[in-house]
């Protein structure tokens, strides 16, 4: 039967795979369940307190009406984020994959990756350097723009928002280059013979064809901005309160780490959710 594999190629096989599945046991799986352990007890097991196993750490959620409204408050950030990743990042994924060829193509990729080479801290002090009062930013508009401008952005939601889409932005980028660069430019072409404009190639083959890159680069960038606490807090200021900013308090600041874990999973269980009901669109992009 084709696809079977002997003796000999399924222990080929295990020892190939068996470095990144332990990887992913030490590197996710222990300390998940070291977080699913905590979120059941009334406080830490290392510390000087009593240790008991208890549900009010997940009561605490739904007790609390401040949780939920930081955690819806956090899910629309990931949708806005989402969203202007997608229309920013899909365009210059099709000018990258279809218009520009040679030198210039590789000069361009190696701009869009050029953000993974620096620490995510860096580019959010970078972001507060050009966004902050009498800033990089305000200073080029005064040199352009008559009158004294002041654009006030720092320390606003839109901070938050414009630092995670630079952030985020080369994830989808990414996915959606690669979808393109799978489709055959012959199949386009063709299209043309037969009469159709820009707009219909777009619509109803460039578009289908890369969905499953476009709808990859949407999960990459939407799981982790719902839980994201560093562009919030050092960018939004009295704004920046969302769930992970939340979630990180109860680690660093407050020690509460049981509350803090059950909070983690509460949004992990929320994520899920959202991604099992929209894996019906998930799942027909991907085909």
Not at 171 to 185: F, K, P
Not at 240 to 253: I, K, L, M
């Amino acid at each position: 039967m084709a696809g079977t594999l002997n003796a000999g190629e399924g222990r080929r096989a295990a020892g190939l795979l068996a470095p990144a599945y332990l990887w992913l046991t030490l590197a996710v799986f222990m300390p998940l369940s070291a977080m699913l352990f905590f979120s059941f007890l009334t406080a830490p097991p290392f510390g000087n307190e009593p240790v008991a196993a208890t549900l009010a750490n997940y009561f605490a959620f739904f007790e609390t009406g401040t949780y939920g409204r930081l955690l819806w408050k956090s899910v629309k950030l990931g949708l806005w984020v989402t969203g202007l990743c997608i229309l920013i990042g899909y365009p210059c994924a099709l000018v990258l994959a279809k218009q520009i060829r040679g030198r210039a193509r590789e000069a361009l990729f190696l701009l869009v990756i050029l953000p993974f080479w620096s620490n995510s801290l860096v580019r959010i002090f970078s972001w507060a350097i050009v966004l902050r009062g009498n800033g990089v930013l305000e200073r080029a508009l005064d040199l352009v723009w008559p009158g004294d401008v002041r654009l006030g952005l720092m320390f606003t939601p839109a901070a938050v928002v414009i630092g995670l889409v630079h952030s985020y932005l080369p994830y989808v980028i990414l996915t959606s280059y690669l979808a393109l660069q799978a489709i055959d430019d012959d199949i386009i072409a063709a299209a043309r013979s037969l009469g159709a404009g820009r707009l219909t190639i777009l619509r109803r083959l460039v578009l289908p064809l890369s969905l499953s890159g476009l709808l990859a680069g949407a999960v990459l960038i939407f799981v982790p901005v719902v839980g994201s606490f560093m562009e919030p807090r050092i960018l939004g200021g009295r704004f920046g309160t969302y769930y992970g900013t939340v979630v990180e308090d109860q680690f660093v600041a407050v020690f509460n780490w049981p509350l803090g874990a059950a909070l983690s999973f509460i949004l992990l269980a929320v994520v899920l959710l959202i991604l099992a009901l929209s894996s019906p669109i998930l799942r027909k992009g991907l085909q």
